[in-house]
């Protein structure tokens, strides 16, 4: 049996290289860029009027004339007029190219307009050269890069994409998983149990949390049988990058996953981990390259152990890892045996300092406690009493709000 921190060594000596894919910008979102954003012109593109109101030269006005001869409208997607002479001004409207010969913008607000043909307009405002013109290339420079690969593309970054006319975007491509849960007991979601019988939850659970990287797993079951999880098995290993497996890799007699997966050559690099729960959790990896991540059956464990160590080595993979958090109990906790224990937590957020609440289920069974609880908070091995205040790394499942 390996500690914590072992198993996540052995889990992050193996990688996979994950290809690109062209996706067009409206379903780019969530997904992880490829590529570089650069620029394609100046940001803003031209001088741009940030007011609805009157351009002017800021000249006129500093050798004393506050009334300006209004000789046109520009209205946003117009080409620039000219400013005739220094006394006139042109209506201008936000989104608008600065006139030539202008160089700031007084609002409506601000003037006071005159006349029917010969319209004047007149400041009440003291001005400030260059005011409400965003000016060329002052957020960036054509060619700079706006967004580097490996960013998770959200709303910002797809406006950006938009501004600079990609239409597709090349983005990761998200590895090919399956999920297989293993057991006689289970049925699908939609059948109605035998009194002996369950529903399978854990390929629903790991499914949804998979869609984080827009993964679309694959989804099997197979029965307590040796020579059917070998058949099984040895098919996926060819297909998948990355096998999920649940259950069938305990004591029982009927846990035959790490007997299959020894079988078809699957090295393992463990077998059991130094915690609770989850302690049963098989690893290994094949030649094809593919990836086994064979979990304990029960919910709780099952998802524990996907938190912890798949959750962060795909994030790796996507380069958007970054470590845990760290939370403080809110209460003393006492821990008996010698294992790193993961218990349920509550979390709340208070003045920038993380709370992490124990939310105590009834073992790794009991799958409805984690619906009331937010994350498992990691308390190290060697130790069995945690007191207060005291602070631990927190795998939370879900966005920390306040
Ligand atoms: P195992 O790891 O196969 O010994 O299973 C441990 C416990 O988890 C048993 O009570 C199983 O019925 C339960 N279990 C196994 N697979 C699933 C699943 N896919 N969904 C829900 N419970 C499961
Ligand atoms: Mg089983």
Same mark, same amino acid.
């Given at each position: ?64 004339? *506050? ?12 080409? !620039?007029?000219? =400013?005739? #002479? &220094? $006394?006139? @001004? ?90 297989? *849960? ?12 035998? !009194?002996?019988? =369950?529903? #399978? &939850? $854990?390929? @629903? ?109 795909? #994030? ?87």
């Amino acid at each position: 049996m390996i500690t914590v921190a072992a198993a996540e060594r052995l889990i992050n000596d193996h990688t996979l290289e994950l290809e690109s894919e062209l996706v067009s910008l409206v379903h780019a979102g969530g997904r992880v860029l490829k590529e570089t954003i650069r620029a394609d012109r100046d940001f803003p593109p031209f001088n741009r009027v940030t007011m609805d109101g009157i351009a002017i030269n800021f000249d006129h006005w500093k050798q004393g004339g *506050a009334d300006f001869l209004i000789q046109g409208t520009q209205a946003a997607g117009s080409p !620039p007029l000219k =400013i005739d #002479s &220094s $006394n006139c @001004a042109v209506e201008v409207m936000t989104g608008a190219v600065l006139p030539e010969g202008a160089d700031t913008i007084i609002p409506y607000e601000v003037i006071e307009i005159s006349g029917e043909s010969n319209r004047r307009a007149t400041l009440q405002v003291v001005p400030k050269k260059g005011q409400n013109v965003h000016m060329q290339g002052t957020d960036r420079l054509e060619g700079a890069t706006i967004i580097k690969p490996w960013t998770i593309l959200g709303a910002p970054e797809i406006g950006v994409a938009a501004t600079v006319g990609k239409s597709t975007l090349k983005v990761v491509k998200p590895p090919l998983v399956a999920i297989i *849960a293993t057991g006689d007991e289970l049925v699908a979601v939609d059948q109605t149990p035998l !009194p002996h019988q =369950i529903r #399978s &939850s $854990n390929a @629903a659970t790991l499914a949804d949390a998979l869609h984080r990287w827009k993964i679309e797993p694959d989804l099997f079951h197979i029965v307590d049988d040796l020579n059917g999880t070998t058949d099984k098995l040895a098919g996926l290993l060819e297909k998948y990058h990355i096998l999920i497996l649940s259950g069938g890799v305990s004591m029982g007699k009927f846990d035959y996953v790490p007997q299959a997966l020894e079988q078809l050559q699957v090295t393992r690099h463990f077998h059991k981990i130094r915690q609770r729960p989850g302690k049963p959790f098989w690893f290994g990896s094949h030649k094809s390259g593919t990836v086994v991540f064979a979990f304990p059956g029960n919910p709780v464990s099952s998802f524990m152990c996907f938190n912890r160590y798949l959750k962060p080595w795909l #994030s790796k993979l996507f380069k958007l890892h970054k470590p845990p958090l760290m939370a403080q109990l809110t209460e003393d906790l006492h821990f008996e045996p010698d294992l790193t224990y993961f218990a349920q937590v509550k979390v709340e957020l208070d003045q920038g300092s993380i709370l992490a609440q124990p939310v105590v289920g009834h073992g790794s069974g009991d799958l409805a406690n984690l619906v009331d609880a937010d994350g498992f908070l990691e308390l190290p091995g060697g130790k069995n009493h945690f007191s207060k205040g005291e602070l631990y790394p927190l795998y939370s499942y879900r966005n920390l709000r306040s």
